[in-house]
C-alpha cells in the first residue's frame, strides 16, 4: 500500500477487543437516551433564561428545534451501531445507508436556522442574537432586496462573518491603509474596484486576462450599487489564496475581535460624511515587500498548516516517508473507506500528508502570499487562510454554464449512460521534479486507468451459516485487482486528460504525457449523458460544480482544499456525493450506486452480487438539483455580495462600533 496506488486501505492489525453486539446496542442507547435529556433540559433552561441575561450564551434552539435535535442525536446513535466497517469483518447494512439518513437530518437542522426570521425587526434580533452586534447601516435595504428574490437563506451569513472577523482587532484607517498598500504595485496581482457615490469603476493596471472577473464583480453589484457606501476593495486576480496567518497571530487577533459590550440601542443607521476622503492615501508603501512569491515550491509547511496549533498532528508531523498511506490522517473524518464529515476534511491539521496530496501544497504556478492580515478578496480559500470571500464571477457571467439543447440533452438520471466521466487539464500545480504524482487530477487519471494495480473495495459477501445468525449478507474490504473491475462490472470509468500536458518543465512533460496520456477535447454540455460527473479542484476552486448540480447527473465531487462562499448549504451525501482527496473510496461509493456483480475466482474470493442503489443516486441528484436552484442562483450571488459589501463599508468606517441598524 503506498502512495504510488495511493488506492488501497492499509490492513488494520492489533484489533481491539470489543463487546457483544447485544451489550454494545444497550450501552449506545443508553448513551444516547442521556444526552438527548440532558439536551431537553438545556432547551428549557435557555428558554426560561432568555429574558434574563441577553448577553449569556446558551443553545441557539429555535421552535421545533429541540425536538430536531433529539432526533439527530438518536439517528447519529443508530448509525454508529452500522456505520463503521468492522476491522475484523464486516457490516451487515452497508455503511453508505446511514450517511444518507444522517445528511438529511443535518441538512433540515441547517435549514431551520437558515431563516428564522420573518420580518425585518425578528432579522435584526435574530442577527445580534448570532453575532453580537447591530447590523450594518443599510440592513433593511438588503432584507427587501433578499426577500423580493425569495432568498431560502435570511440568517445564516456565518461564512461570511467568520472571514471578516479578524479584522475587527485592526483599526478602520488601517485596513485602509493596508487595502491602499496592496493595491499599490501591480506585481500584488490585487486589483482594485473603486466605488464612488453609488458608481463603481475598474482601476488601473489589470491584466487583460483578468478584466471579465472584474466585470463579473461589477456586474453582480449593479442592481444596488447605489445602497454601498464609498469604499475601495483588492481583488485576488490569482487562483490560489493569498493570506495566511500564523496560529499565534490568529489567536491575538481573534481576542482583539471580539465584541466587548452588547449591541448599542440606537446606533446611527448612516456611515460617515465624507467617506472617499479617508481613501485617498497618497503614501501607503511598506519598506517591506507585501507579498513573497512562493510559486513551484513546497506551500504546506511554510503556509498551509501554519494556521494550526502547534501540537497538531500536521504542525509536528513531517511525513519524509510518503510511501505508506496515512490512516491516521484521513480516519478524523471518515468511517473506514467512507468519506463522513465534508466541514473537518477541509482541516489541514490532522493531516500533514496534504502536503503531497495536491498541487497547491506540492508546487503552485502563482502562488504570492503574505502573513499579515491584508484585506484580500478571493474567489476561494484553503482552510487557515484568511481571505475574505466572495461569489465567483466565473459563475456569474456563466464561463461554465448548464445549457443543455438537442444535441446535447440531459435527459432523465435512468436514461443517462452509467459512466464515471470526467474530462480536464494539468492545472493544479507546476511539476518539474516528478510532484504531478502526487497532484490529485493526474492520480484520478492513473487510478482509473491503472492495469496493474490492486484496489480496497467494499463488496458484499455470505458468511457460513449459523443457527444464530441470520443468512444476510456482510459488506467488507476486498482485494480487487485492476483487471478484475469488469468482472464486478466497475468498469465504467471514462477519465482522461484534454489536450496537452501543461505547466511541467524539463522531462516532467513527456513522462506525464507517456503514463497518463491524453485525448481530444469536448464539449462541456456533453457531460449530462452520463450519470456520474466527477468535480476535482485545479489551481483553485473548481468552476464546474454548480453546472454539476444543476444536472440531473451525480456529482461525485473530490474534497480538495478550497472552500468557497456555499460551503455549508449543501450537504454532502444529501445534494453531492463525497470523496477523500486520496481517492480510496471512490471504487466502493461507485459500487453502491452502480451495482456489483457476483465474482468468485483469482484475487476476488466470495463476492456476492449487489444491486445498485440507482434510486438513491437518482434522489441525490435531484434533491441537489432542486435545491441549487433556490440557494445558489445567480440572485443569491448579488444577495451575499450586497451583504457583504454593507458589513465592509461598516468595518472600514471610523465610526463602526456607533453605526448600525436599528427598527424603530
Request: proline residues 7%.
Given at each position: 500500500?503506498?502512495?504510488?496506488?495511493?488506492?488501497?486501505?492499509v490492513?488494520?492489525?492489533?484489533?481491539?477487543?470489543?463487546?457483544s453486539?447485544?451489550?454494545?446496542?444497550?450501552?449506545?442507547?443508553?448513551?444516547?437516551?442521556?444526552?438527548?435529556?440532558?439536551?431537553?433540559?438545556?432547551?428549557?433552561?435557555s428558554?426560561?433564561?432568555?429574558?434574563?441575561n441577553?448577553?449569556?450564551?446558551?443553545?441557539?434552539?429555535?421552535?421545533?428545534?429541540?425536538?430536531?435535535?433529539?432526533?439527530?442525536?438518536?439517528?447519529?446513535?443508530?448509525?454508529?451501531?452500522?456505520?463503521?466497517?468492522?476491522?475484523?469483518g464486516?457490516?451487515?447494512a452497508?455503511?453508505?445507508?446511514p450517511?444518507?439518513?444522517?445528511?438529511?437530518?443535518?441538512?433540515?437542522?441547517?435549514?431551520q436556522?437558515?431563516?428564522?426570521?420573518?420580518?425585518?425587526?425578528?432579522?435584526?434580533?435574530?442577527?445580534?442574537?448570532?453575532?453580537?452586534?447591530?447590523?450594518?447601516?443599510?440592513?433593511?435595504?438588503?432584507?427587501?432586496?433578499?426577500?423580493?428574490?425569495?432568498?431560502?437563506?435570511i440568517?445564516?451569513?456565518?461564512?461570511?462573518?467568520?472571514?471578516?472577523?479578524?479584522?475587527?482587532?485592526?483599526?478602520?484607517?488601517?485596513i485602509?491603509?493596508?487595502?491602499?498598500?496592496?493595491?499599490?504595485?501591480?506585481?500584488?496581482?490585487?486589483?482594485?474596484?473603486?466605488?464612488?457615490?453609488?458608481?463603481?469603476e475598474?482601476?488601473?493596471?489589470?491584466?487583460?486576462?483578468?478584466?471579465?472577473?472584474?466585470?463579473?464583480?461589477?456586474?453582480?453589484?449593479?442592481?444596488?450599487?447605489?445602497?454601498?457606501?464609498d469604499?475601495?476593495?483588492?481583488?485576488?486576480?490569482n487562483?490560489?489564496?493569498?493570506?495566511?496567518?500564523?496560529?499565534?497571530?490568529?489567536?491575538?487577533?481573534?481576542?482583539?475581535?471580539?465584541?466587548s459590550?452588547?449591541?448599542?440601542?440606537?446606533?446611527?443607521?448612516?456611515?460617515?460624511k465624507?467617506?472617499?476622503?479617508g481613501?485617498?492615501?497618497?503614501?501607503?508603501?511598506?519598506?517591506?515587500?507585501l507579498?513573497?512569491?512562493?510559486?513551484?515550491?513546497?506551500t504546506?509547511?511554510?503556509?498551509?498548516?501554519?494556521?494550526?496549533?502547534?501540537?497538531?498532528?500536521?504542525?509536528?508531523?513531517?511525513?519524509?516517508?510518503?510511501?505508506?498511506?496515512?490512516?491516521?490522517?484521513?480516519?478524523?473524518?471518515?468511517?473506514?473507506?467512507?468519506?463522513?464529515?465534508?466541514?473537518?476534511?477541509?482541516?489541514?491539521?490532522?493531516?500533514?500528508?496534504?502536503?503531497?496530496?495536491?498541487?497547491?501544497?506540492?508546487?503552485?504556478?502563482?502562488?504570492?502570499p503574505?502573513?499579515?492580515?491584508?484585506?484580500?478578496?478571493?474567489?476561494?480559500?484553503?482552510?487557515?487562510?484568511?481571505?475574505?470571500?466572495?461569489?465567483?464571477?466565473?459563475?456569474?457571467?456563466?464561463?461554465?454554464?448548464?445549457?443543455?439543447?438537442?444535441?446535447?440533452?440531459?435527459?432523465?438520471?435512468?436514461?443517462?449512460?452509467?459512466?464515471?466521466?470526467?474530462?480536464?487539464?494539468?492545472?493544479?500545480?507546476?511539476?518539474?521534479?516528478?510532484?504531478?504524482?502526487?497532484?490529485?487530477?493526474?492520480r484520478?487519471?492513473?487510478?482509473?486507468?491503472?492495469?496493474?494495480?490492486?484496489?480496497?473495495?467494499?463488496?458484499?459477501s455470505?458468511?457460513?451459516?449459523?443457527?444464530?445468525?441470520r443468512?444476510?449478507?456482510?459488506?467488507t474490504?476486498?482485494?480487487?485487482?485492476?483487471?478484475?473491475?469488469?468482472?464486478?462490472?466497475?468498469?465504467?470509468?471514462?477519465?482522461?486528460?484534454?489536450?496537452?500536458?501543461?505547466?511541467?518543465?524539463?522531462?516532467?512533460?513527456?513522462?506525464?504525457?507517456?503514463?497518463?496520456?491524453?485525448?481530444?477535447?469536448?464539449?462541456?454540455?456533453?457531460?449530462?449523458?452520463y450519470?456520474?460527473?466527477?468535480?476535482l479542484?485545479?489551481?483553485g476552486?473548481?468552476?464546474?460544480?454548480?453546472?454539476?448540480?444543476?444536472?440531473?447527473?451525480?456529482?461525485?465531487?473530490?474534497?480538495?482544499?478550497?472552500?468557497?462562499w456555499?460551503?455549508?448549504?449543501v450537504?454532502?451525501?444529501?445534494?453531492?456525493?463525497?470523496?477523500?482527496?486520496?481517492?480510496h473510496?471512490?471504487?466502493?461509493?461507485?459500487?453502491?450506486?452502480?451495482?456489483v456483480?457476483a465474482?468468485?475466482?483469482?484475487?476476488?474470493k466470495?463476492?456476492?452480487?449487489?444491486?445498485?442503489?440507482?434510486?438513491?443516486g437518482?434522489?441525490?441528484?435531484?434533491?441537489?438539483?432542486?435545491?441549487?436552484g433556490?440557494?445558489m442562483?445567480?440572485?443569491?450571488?448579488?444577495?451575499?455580495m450586497?451583504r457583504?459589501?454593507?458589513?465592509?463599508?461598516?468595518?472600514?468606517?471610523?465610526r463602526?462600533?456607533?453605526?448600525?441598524?436599528?427598527?424603530?
Amino acid at each position: 500500500m503506498s502512495y504510488a496506488n495511493l488506492y488501497s486501505l492499509v490492513q488494520w492489525t492489533d484489533k481491539p477487543p470489543t463487546l457483544s453486539p447485544q451489550a454494545s446496542s444497550i450501552i449506545k442507547l443508553v448513551v444516547a437516551l442521556t444526552i438527548c435529556f440532558i439536551l431537553y433540559l438545556q432547551a428549557l433552561s435557555s428558554k426560561s433564561s432568555s429574558s434574563t441575561n441577553a448577553t449569556t450564551p446558551r443553545l441557539r434552539f429555535h421552535g421545533r428545534l429541540p425536538l430536531t435535535a433529539i432526533g439527530i442525536v438518536l439517528l447519529v446513535f443508530w448509525s454508529w451501531s452500522f456505520l463503521r466497517v468492522p476491522q475484523n469483518g464486516g457490516s451487515v447494512a452497508h455503511p453508505i445507508d446511514p450517511l444518507l439518513s444522517a445528511a438529511s437530518a443535518q441538512h433540515d437542522i441547517w435549514l431551520q436556522q437558515a431563516a428564522t426570521s420573518n420580518s425585518v425587526s425578528e432579522a435584526v434580533e435574530e442577527y445580534k442574537r448570532r453575532y453580537k452586534r447591530n447590523p450594518p447601516p443599510g440592513f433593511d435595504g438588503w432584507h427587501r432586496y433578499a426577500k423580493e428574490r425569495f432568498s431560502v437563506v435570511i440568517d445564516d451569513f456565518d461564512n461570511l462573518m467568520d472571514d471578516l472577523q479578524l479584522f475587527w482587532a485592526v483599526k478602520p484607517s488601517e485596513i485602509r491603509r493596508r487595502t491602499r498598500e496592496a493595491l499599490s504595485d501591480p506585481w500584488n496581482e490585487v486589483a482594485e474596484i473603486r466605488i464612488r457615490s453609488g458608481k463603481a469603476e475598474i482601476g488601473l493596471d489589470v491584466k487583460p486576462t483578468h478584466r471579465w472577473m472584474l466585470d463579473g464583480v461589477i456586474a453582480m453589484m449593479k442592481n444596488y450599487i447605489d445602497k454601498i457606501p464609498d469604499m475601495d476593495l483588492g481583488f485576488n486576480i490569482n487562483d490560489e489564496p493569498r493570506v495566511a496567518i500564523s496560529y499565534n497571530d490568529m489567536q491575538d487577533l481573534h481576542a482583539d475581535s471580539a465584541p466587548s459590550e452588547p449591541p448599542k440601542s440606537n446606533p446611527s443607521n448612516e456611515t460617515s460624511k465624507d467617506r472617499a476622503a479617508g481613501w485617498n492615501i497618497s503614501d501607503p508603501s511598506s519598506p517591506e515587500k507585501l507579498f513573497i512569491d512562493y510559486s513551484f515550491q513546497p506551500t504546506f509547511h511554510s503556509h498551509g498548516s501554519i494556521s494550526c496549533h502547534p501540537s497538531s498532528f500536521a504542525r509536528r508531523s513531517h511525513l519524509w516517508d510518503t510511501y505508506p498511506l496515512c490512516t491516521d490522517c484521513f480516519a478524523p473524518h471518515s468511517n473506514g473507506l467512507l468519506f463522513s464529515n465534508w466541514t473537518l476534511s477541509a482541516s489541514p491539521c490532522h493531516q500533514p500528508d496534504l502536503a503531497h496530496l495536491h498541487g497547491f501544497y506540492l508546487s503552485p504556478a502563482a502562488f504570492k502570499p503574505s502573513k499579515v492580515l491584508y484585506p484580500v478578496f478571493s474567489q476561494s480559500k484553503a482552510a487557515g487562510y484568511a481571505d475574505i470571500r466572495y461569489p465567483s464571477p466565473w459563475n456569474y457571467i456563466d464561463k461554465a454554464v448548464y445549457r443543455p439543447d438537442n444535441e446535447h440533452p440531459d435527459p432523465p438520471f435512468a436514461k443517462k449512460e452509467s459512466t464515471l466521466f470526467w474530462r480536464g487539464a494539468t492545472s493544479e500545480g507546476l511539476s518539474r521534479y516528478g510532484e504531478w504524482k502526487g497532484m490529485a487530477r493526474q492520480r484520478l487519471v492513473h487510478l482509473a486507468n491503472n492495469s496493474t494495480a490492486t484496489f480496497h473495495i467494499l463488496l458484499p459477501s455470505f458468511p457460513h451459516a449459523s443457527p444464530n445468525v441470520r443468512y444476510q449478507p456482510t459488506y467488507t474490504i476486498h482485494e480487487v485487482p485492476s483487471s478484475k473491475l469488469s468482472n464486478l462490472g466497475l468498469n465504467i470509468s471514462s477519465i482522461a486528460l484534454v489536450n496537452k500536458i501543461d505547466r511541467c518543465w524539463d522531462d516532467d512533460c513527456p513522462t506525464q504525457l507517456r503514463e497518463l496520456g491524453v485525448v481530444g477535447p469536448s464539449d462541456f454540455q456533453s457531460h449530462w449523458q452520463y450519470k456520474y460527473l466527477v468535480d476535482l479542484d485545479g489551481a483553485g476552486f473548481s468552476g464546474r460544480f454548480i453546472p454539476f448540480l444543476q444536472s440531473r447527473s451525480l456529482p461525485f465531487k473530490v474534497a480538495g482544499v478550497f472552500r468557497e462562499w456555499w460551503d455549508g448549504r449543501v450537504t454532502a451525501w444529501k445534494h453531492f456525493v463525497p470523496i477523500d482527496i486520496r481517492l480510496h473510496g471512490l471504487w466502493s461509493t461507485l459500487a453502491y450506486f452502480q451495482g456489483v456483480k457476483a465474482m468468485e475466482g483469482k484475487g476476488v474470493k466470495g463476492v456476492e452480487e449487489m444491486k445498485g442503489r440507482m434510486e438513491e443516486g437518482e434522489r441525490i441528484a435531484e434533491e441537489g438539483r432542486e435545491w441549487v436552484g433556490k440557494v445558489m442562483r445567480k440572485e443569491d450571488m448579488e444577495i451575499y455580495m450586497y451583504r457583504l459589501l454593507l458589513e465592509w463599508g461598516r468595518l472600514t468606517d471610523d465610526r463602526r462600533d456607533e453605526i448600525g441598524f436599528s427598527v424603530g
